[in-house]
């Protein structure tokens, strides 16, 4: 059974980090991708940053220069390192696997707020 399990989220103030973590299993076939997206309320999912299987990495702009994604246990978990956190970076972040199949974690929540 494939599972994607998320964690490291919840409340910070503004100017705070976070970092999220995605641990995968049960993905037999080959990982060409994995990334984070996320949905804030009343939004389309969003690309934040995702890694490929050579290590280039993509980064939506309003992330760039404070989110950093990486990859360690080969493949087997994806972070997010998130510094600088504002109030629009409020929502849903959904950890994503590109195999022969899309596979997404359920959804962790990160608030940003005084």
């Known amino acids: 059974q494939v599972q994607l399990a998320e964690s490291g989220g919840g409340l910070v103030q503004p100017g705070g980090s976070l970092r999220l973590s995605c641990a995968t299993s049960?993905?037999?076939?080959?990982?060409?991708?994995m990334g984070w997206y996320r949905q804030a309320p009343g939004k389309q999912r969003e690309l934040v940053a995702e890694?490929?299987?050579?290590?280039?990495?993509t980064y939506a702009d309003s992330v760039k220069g404070r989110f950093t994604i990486s990859e360690d246990n080969a493949r087997k978990t994806v972070h997010l390192q998130m510094n600088s956190l504002k109030p629009e970076d409020t929502a849903v972040y959904y950890c994503?696997?590109?195999?022969?199949?899309?596979?997404w974690g359920k959804g962790i929540l990160v608030t940003v707020s005084s």
């Open positions: 049960g993905i037999s076939t080959r990982i060409y991708g």
């Open positions: 890694i490929t299987l050579s290590g280039a990495t």
């Open positions: 994503n696997a590109k195999s022969i199949a899309s596979y």
